[in-house]
């Protein structure tokens, strides 16, 4: 009879204990989402300025409520409308602006057309073109090319950087491109 006692109440003691980590889960639950929304709408501001372009790189980190900007600009507009429209959202304390303003220069202009029209004018990569925003974003600084963003698969991830590779004036081609449910490798 101890033992069955005993045993009842173990049970009584596992259940009380899983109940009250359940009632501490939906807290967690509340603060994750919103979080998540806070990354889905500084996400969406940036990609819906006016002048944000496949020539440009904006990326960011959110820890908490601040915001930190990242990632090239080829106008100096464009940092400056990032951080502004990121300001203004609900949730957001603070942001670190961090985009990097690439110098003008008319070599730099010239590669970019190049590399636009190697990587967007191939018939296999010219869907990428197809969005408001290409998700295959073209760096230039210095002559030098960075591929950012993000491919369906491999195959397109070297093609794109065969294709730069192969433009007059490139000093070198940094591929960062993501495949897409992949990794950068």
């Given at each position: 009879?101890?033992?069955?006692?005993?045993?009842?109440?173990?049970?009584?003691?596992?259940?009380?204990?899983?109940?009250?980590?359940?009632?501490?889960?939906?807290?967690?639950?509340?603060?994750?989402?919103?979080?998540?929304?806070?990354?889905?709408?500084?996400?969406?501001?940036?990609?819906?300025?006016?002048?944000?372009?496949?020539?440009?790189?904006?990326?960011?980190?959110?820890?908490?409520?601040?915001?930190?900007?990242?990632?090239?600009?080829?106008?100096?507009?464009?940092?400056?409308?990032?951080?502004?429209?990121?300001?203004?959202?609900?949730?957001?304390?603070?942001?670190?602006?961090?985009?990097?303003?690439?110098?003008?220069?008319?070599?730099?202009?010239?590669?970019?057309?190049?590399?636009?029209?190697?990587?967007?004018?191939?018939?296999?990569?010219s869907r990428y073109a197809e969005s408001a925003v290409p998700s295959i974003h073209i760096i230039v600084k210095n002559g030098n090319v960075t591929l950012e963003g993000v491919a369906d698969n491999d195959t397109d991830k070297n093609l794109?950087?065969?294709?730069?590779?192969?433009?007059?004036?490139?000093?070198?081609?940094?591929?960062?491109?993501?495949?897409?449910?992949?990794?950068?490798?």
């Open positions: 009879m101890r033992n069955r006692r005993r045993a009842l109440y173990a049970v009584f003691l596992t259940i009380f204990a899983m109940s009250a980590a359940n009632a501490t889960l939906p807290q967690k639950q509340k603060e994750e989402p919103k979080a998540q929304d806070l990354i889905k709408e500084v996400r969406h501001q940036l990609v819906l300025l006016p002048y944000y372009s496949v020539f440009d790189n904006l990326a960011f980190k959110v820890e908490g409520s601040k915001v930190t900007l990242v990632g090239q600009v080829v106008r100096p507009t464009l940092k400056s409308d990032a951080e502004n429209v990121v300001k203004k959202l609900e949730g957001v304390s603070s942001v670190a602006n961090e985009i990097e303003v690439l110098p003008l220069s008319p070599n730099d202009d010239q590669i970019r057309r190049g590399v636009f029209r190697a990587i967007y004018g191939d018939t296999s990569l794109a950087n065969l294709r730069a590779n192969g433009v007059p004036n490139v000093f070198s081609v940094k591929n960062n491109l993501v495949v897409a449910g992949g990794s950068k490798n």
